[in-house]
């Protein structure tokens, strides 16, 4: 798969060439494959401007012409192809002021953040590497291009990077690189906050996921965070086993469980993160309290939505030491088979049977306590679900409020 991907884009990088340009994969792709790491996406710098990378392919995604960047839709792939350029202020912490398109990839090379992100590799595995990145990769060691103080001030977003990479690649960090981390974080703060949460997920799944939360602490990063800063106490229980998470519906739901006076919502709302987290993180927190208290049983697995169930298991294995996920998930996926009904819809009685049977009573929320109760004495196998035992079961019942 990645190989095949690569050979698509050394494809486009031979047609920039017979056009007249130079055109090189660069950043991430680069450092994963010298690193024997999967590569998710390639992108390509080219000295061709964004409108002879017009001119040349058939479907290009203007993106972000103002900064040199297209998507090129090239073999059923997307690339994002930018032209080579250097970076003015940044005086909103966000975006260059302004970019200034350069010919040579070694300028380019220059702007970027640490020197296992600036190097390119041309159509041939041939590798540019002006600031010895494949050495730092052998030495695990992650370093700023140029003066790291300089480089965390022009984007603070780096110092965020860092730490990410510090956790996703087990990779450490260079003396004065870190250093110039400590001295200058408050800079975060200023970074939108979309942006700060971007680098925390991806430090969330990172193999050295403790080493990541241990710097987020020790540089004090922590304190510049919204919510992160409010409860020191977050400090102590976040080295507290810390498995990777894939998702901020996992990590929400974690950072909820370890500390219950900070509620989902608040997360949600401080971090801008979607309803569907929010909704999610609600379900995972509801699950697992549950799993502390009575352990697997029919009632958890039917209410725990199928793709949740791998989160729901790394989320556990912050809570319980020594959990077998495997066996877990097993179990969870035999549960699922044997269950009566997978949702309200299979119920052998509707709503509408059930007020014709109670016709004494008026309309009213009983119908639904009434649904519920039956669902959970079907799911949990006190009940079998078939219209006459229903029936039987409704008519000896009477609402709570009624007794
Ligand atoms: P990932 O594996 O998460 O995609 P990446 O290094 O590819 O990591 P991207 O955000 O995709 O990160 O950026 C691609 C490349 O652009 C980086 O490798 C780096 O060379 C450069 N880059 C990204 N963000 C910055 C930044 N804030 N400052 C300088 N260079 C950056
Ligand atoms: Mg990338």
Redesign the pocket.
């Known amino acids: 798969m990645t190989n095949s991907l690569f050979n698509r884009a050394n494809k486009l990088l031979s047609i920039l060439e017979q056009h007249g340009f130079k055109a090189y994969i660069?950043?991430?792709?680069v450092?994963?494959s010298l690193m024997g790491r999967p590569v998710?996406?390639i992108?390509i710098a080219t000295s061709a401007s964004p409108a002879e990378v017009q001119s040349i392919f058939e479907k290009v995604i203007p993106v972000g012409i103002e900064h040199g960047t297209v998507i090129v839709r090239f073999d059923g792939e997307s690339f994002e192809v930018t032209t080579f350029r250097v970076?003015g202020d940044y005086t909103d912490f966000r975006h260059p002021d302004h970019v200034l398109f350069v010919a040579d990839i070694k300028e380019d090379?220059a702007?970027?953040?640490?020197t296992i992100?600036?190097m390119a590799m041309d159509k041939d595995g041939l590798v540019i590497d002006p600031f010895m990145g494949h050495q730092d990769i052998q030495l695990k060691l992650l370093r700023t291009v140029g003066k790291p103080k300089l480089?965390f001030e022009?984007?603070p977003?780096?110092m965020m990077?860092a730490i990410?990479?510090v956790s996703?690649l087990g990779f450490e960090m260079e003396a004065t690189t870190f250093q110039a981390l400590v001295d200058d974080i408050s800079w975060i703060e200023k970074i939108a906050i979309e942006r700060v949460t971007t680098e925390i997920k991806?430090m969330f799944e990172g193999i050295n996921l403790t080493n990541g939360i241990e710097l987020l602490i020790r540089s004090k990063a922590i304190n510049y965070i919204p919510v992160l800063k409010e409860n020191h106490q977050l400090e102590r229980l976040l080295i507290n086993n810390p498995k990777p998470l894939h998702s901020f519906t996992e990590i929400i739901a974690t950072l909820h469980l370890l500390d219950r006076s900070i509620s989902v919502d608040h997360w949600v709302k401080h971090w801008k993160l979607s309803n569907e987290v929010k909704r999610n993180a609600t379900t995972l927190v509801q699950s697992i309290t549950y799993y502390m208290e009575k352990r697997l049983d029919q009632w958890l697995v039917y209410r725990l939505p199928e793709n949740l169930v791998s989160s729901f298991i790394r989320v556990l294995t912050w809570m319980v030491t020594d959990i077998d996920k495997k066996a877990i998930n097993d179990q969870v996926v035999c549960m699922r088979k044997q269950l009566p009904i997978a949702n309200l819809k299979h119920l052998a009685i509707t709503g509408n049977e059930i007020v014709a049977l109670k016709a004494s009573l008026e309309k009213g929320p009983w119908i639904n306590t009434c649904i519920a109760e039956i669902e959970k004495q079907v799911v949990c196998g006190n009940l079998p679900n078939c219209k006459n035992a229903l029936r039987e079961w409704v008519e000896a019942w009477s609402p709570p409020e009624i007794n």
């Open positions: 660069v950043g991430g792709a450092r994963d998710g996406d992108d970076d090379l702007r970027r953040d640490f992100n600036a480089r022009e984007d977003l780096r990077r990410r990479f996703q991806k």
